[in-house]
């Protein structure tokens, strides 16, 4: 499968942060070896067995470094779980409260998990005019907010860096779908959307889902690391297709 490339975003196979350089790099890394091992199978014919065949994407992956799978598997089932609330509540099928944070200027919505725990959008108005975004699960509120600030924080350094070019003459438009709908909700006009959502309460409450996936991804990367994948059925399909609309990227 050939990677499609990336306006906005890096062409890197893997990112990582953190405040230790050292384990930012080997987050990177593990990010590129689930990148591999997902490129290698989604369109294999082992798709199937992974749960790509119910959702293509790559949700619910996860690769981990260490001795023990189960360290791969958390990871992999905290990711699954922050994108089914994501798409349930954007999708209206999904309750989600208004939670105070940490971070100054940085405002948050609380999901509740389908197997406990919770997912926290946050998001703000960045320096250079934007908004920005970011999305995490955790077993609690506060640590669900650590992490969905830390992916808002990369949110708008990428976002800054690509306004810039763009005000300094690069005219270059993202074509592909996520970086697209990034792009939109960093405007007025997809704030006022997302704040739309935000006012409308859900129509039901959040369904427990089937799980279509959850085991290891074999491969060459299990030389170095463990590549595990819990996939769970998304509420619809809706967020493949190509509406910038959809809150999802």
């Known amino acids: ?8 975003y890096s062409n890197a196979d893997g990112t990582g ?20 091992a997902y490129y ?6 082992r798709a199937g067995e992974f749960g790509f065949e119910v959702d293509p994407s790559s949700n619910g992956m996860s690769a981990f470094p260490g001795m023990f799978r189960r360290d791969a598997r958390r990871k992999a089932v905290l990711e699954a779980v922050e994108r089914y609330c994501l ?19 940085v405002s948050a919505v609380a999901i509740d998990g389908p197997f406990g725990g919770v997912s926290v959008v946050a998001y703000a108005r960045a320096q250079w005019g934007g908004y920005v975004y970011g999305y995490g699960a ?14 808002l924080a990369r949110h708008d350094m990428v976002l800054r860096a690509w306004w810039l070019g763009f005000v300094a003459g690069d005219k270059t438009l993202p ?8 792009l939109f909700f960093a405007s007025e006009e997809g704030y006022q959307l997302f704040r739309e959502r935000l006012a409308r309460p859900a129509g039901r409450a959040l369904v427990r889902p089937e799980v279509v996936c959850d085991c290891e991804i074999p491969g060459p990367w299990s030389e ?7 996939a769970l059925q998304p509420p619809s399909r809706e967020f ?3 509406d910038e609309r959809y809150f999802f990227w």
Do not use: N
């Open 138 to 151: 955790e077993e609690s509120v506060g640590a669900a907010c650590e992490r969905a600030v830390v992916e």
């Open 87 to 105: 798409l349930s509540w954007w999708e209206g099928l999904a309750e989600g409260h208004e939670v105070a944070t940490d971070w100054p200027g």
């Open 240 to 242: 493949l297709e190509p």
């Open 1 to 8: 499968m050939q990677k499609k490339p990336q306006t906005i």
């Open 224 to 230: 170095y690391a463990t590549v595990w994948r819990f």
């Open 175 to 182: 074509t592909g779908l996520f970086e697209r709908r990034c």
């Open 40 to 45: 290698a199978t989604v369109r294999s014919s």
């Open 17 to 36: 942060s953190h405040a230790v350089a050292g384990i930012a790099r080997h987050m990177a890394i593990s990010e590129a070896l689930e990148r591999w």
